[in-house]
């Protein structure tokens, strides 16, 4: 049985932007399956269908902006990592992503291909760290509930010896 590829889903609402990502990126499609969407709105009912482990959206798009899509799946998804790339880049604006949000890499456009592949690798790393943390504290709850029950129902026995 195969491992399913990451998803990886790119808004821009240029479209000259997103096939220049889509030919710089080709040599990934053997490892990732990547989406390409002009609107934040498309964005967020392609990540409702089914999930995606990272989104790279732009910033400045009209109607749904990079900022709202990256607050909608903070709430909705909170599993998706966020990559914000923007031409428009000001501190201003850098520091409300921020502190508002769980943007996992800030880059300005035009982004070397490299580093955009660091950064979403990076976030996949850290993506498979966090389900693997999330998995290890499931598995652990029932046996330190046995365990805190043993010991309750240990010193309830020593209470009701006490107690005659």
Known sequence: MS?????????????HHLSAVRRALRKMRARWEMVFVT?????????RETPFQVVVT??????????????ALNKEMRQTRCIMLTGTADLQTATELINTTSIYRFYTKPCHPETLI?????????????????????SAVPRISKIVMDENSG???GIRRAAL
């Open 3 to 15: 491992v399913p590829k990451p998803r990886i889903l790119f808004v821009d609402d240029e479209p």
């Open 39 to 47: 609107s934040g709105e498309v964005a967020l009912t392609a990540c």
């Open 58 to 71: 732009d910033l400045k798009m009209p109607g749904m902006n990079g900022l709202e899509v990256v607050r």
């Open 118 to 138: 660091e950064g979403i690798e990076a976030s996949l790393r850290t993506a498979s760290q966090s389900e693997e943390s999330e998995d290890c504290v499931e």
């Open 155 to 157: 010193v309830d026995r």
